[in-house]
């Protein structure tokens, strides 16, 4: 009897993920779209999006009976983002970043074959009318996933990435190509990223390491081809956000060496100061 309880509950759960997961693009459903994308019975969909309203994990519309995510889950991914270690770290100098830019900053961690953004702040000149935190993109056309796949092997960037498929004709197409790219993170402390992964946008990124060494985050700053104008800001750009990257490090208890770019500024391996890279 307790192993039926115990199947009959995993169940229940599985069910109520899958009501949830079918409002994954932000839009309101009906009980009837809520029913083709989750693949369940129009009874079980209606008992379970009830429940679900109950917990303030959905909201229903009054006037128009359309359903929407709820504020309950609001309320967990705030919590869920406070217990993040890199997003404690990184905030407070993200946001700085992206007050004096007037450009984008996002943080990203990989998981599960993917860059998947833990926070963004916006600029003046890069608004946006949603978040991206929670979102995923995928590693090989991002600054962020170029610079998240420092330290693996090219064996096990295949096997993380078996295909490399293209969203432009930007897009790395191939994993020798992908290889040395990396390879260029790993030389110069950074990556950029041109319209790989949609048109009219570039971004600059750099590596986040732990108390390790090891990198577990990255941080971009992006923005429209104008904003960026990597033809005339990318060393500008590329200290900056090598330096912040630093300063996340830091708050995650990264002693090692700075890394810094190579245009100008200090050579690689040099002495760390105590606010970060120069």
């Given at each position: 009897?307790?192993?039926?309880?115990?199947?009959?509950?995993?169940?229940?759960?599985?069910?109520?993920?899958?009501?949830?997961?079918?409002?994954?693009?932000?839009?309101?459903?009906?009980?009837?779209?809520?029913?083709?994308?989750?693949?369940?019975?129009?009874?079980?969909?209606?008992?379970?999006?009830?429940?679900?309203?109950?917990?303030?994990?959905?909201?229903?519309?009054?006037?128009?009976?359309?359903?929407?995510?709820?504020?309950?889950?609001?309320?967990?991914?705030?919590?869920?983002?406070?217990?993040?270690?890199?997003?404690?770290?990184?905030?407070?100098?993200?946001?700085?970043?992206?007050?004096?830019?007037?450009?984008?900053?996002?943080?990203?961690?990989?998981?599960?074959?993917?860059?998947?953004?833990?926070?963004?702040?916006?600029?003046?000149?890069?608004?946006?009318?949603?978040?991206?935190?929670?979102?995923?993109?995928?590693?090989?056309?991002?600054?962020?996933?170029?610079?998240?796949?420092?330290?693996?092997?090219?064996?096990?960037?295949?096997?993380?990435?078996?295909?490399?498929?293209?969203f432009t004709g930007r897009t790395v197409d191939g994993h020798r190509e992908l290889d040395a790219q990396v390879e260029l993170v790993v030389a110069r402390g950074y990556a950029t990223e041109v319209e790989e992964l949609a048109l009219g946008r570039a971004?600059?990124?750099?590596?986040?390491?732990?108390?390790?060494?090891?990198?577990?985050?990255?941080?971009?700053?992006?923005?429209?081809?104008?904003?960026?104008?990597?033809?005339?800001?990318?060393?500008?750009?590329?200290?900056?956000?090598?330096?912040?990257?630093?300063?996340?490090?830091?708050?995650?208890?990264?002693?090692?060496?700075?890394?810094?770019?190579?245009?100008?500024?200090?050579?690689?391996?040099?002495?760390r100061t105590s606010g970060g890279a120069a």
């Amino acid at each position: 009897m307790a192993a039926e309880q115990g199947t009959s509950t995993n169940q229940s759960v599985e069910r109520a993920a899958a009501v949830l997961a079918a409002f994954h693009d932000g839009r309101p459903l009906r009980v009837a779209d809520v029913v083709a994308r989750a693949g369940l019975g129009q009874s079980t969909t209606s008992r379970m999006l009830a429940t679900l309203e109950a917990l303030e994990y959905v909201e229903r519309d009054p006037e128009s009976g359309l359903y929407r995510l709820g504020t309950g889950l609001i309320t967990l991914a705030g919590s869920a983002l406070n217990q993040h270690p890199v997003y404690r770290a990184s905030r407070p100098h993200a946001q700085e970043a992206a007050a004096q830019l007037g450009l984008g900053v996002n943080v990203s961690v990989l998981h599960r074959g993917t860059v998947f953004y833990l926070a963004n702040y916006e600029g003046a000149l890069a608004p946006k009318a949603m978040t991206l935190a929670g979102q995923r993109n995928a590693l090989h056309a991002t600054g962020m996933g170029k610079c998240l796949l420092v330290g693996t092997t090219p064996e096990e960037r295949r096997a993380l990435l078996p295909e490399l498929p293209r969203f432009t004709g930007r897009t790395v197409d191939g994993h020798r190509e992908l290889d040395a790219q990396v390879e260029l993170v790993v030389a110069r402390g950074y990556a950029t990223e041109v319209e790989e992964l949609a048109l009219g946008r570039a971004c600059v990124a750099a590596p986040i390491r732990d108390a390790g060494g090891e990198v577990v985050a990255a941080i971009s700053i992006s923005g429209s081809l104008s904003a960026i104008d990597l033809d005339h800001r990318e060393a500008e750009l590329a200290g900056r956000v090598i330096e912040t990257a630093d300063e996340v490090s830091t708050a995650l208890g990264y002693t090692g060496p700075a890394v810094y770019p190579p245009h100008g500024g200090p050579a690689a391996g040099a002495p760390r100061t105590s606010g970060g890279a120069a």
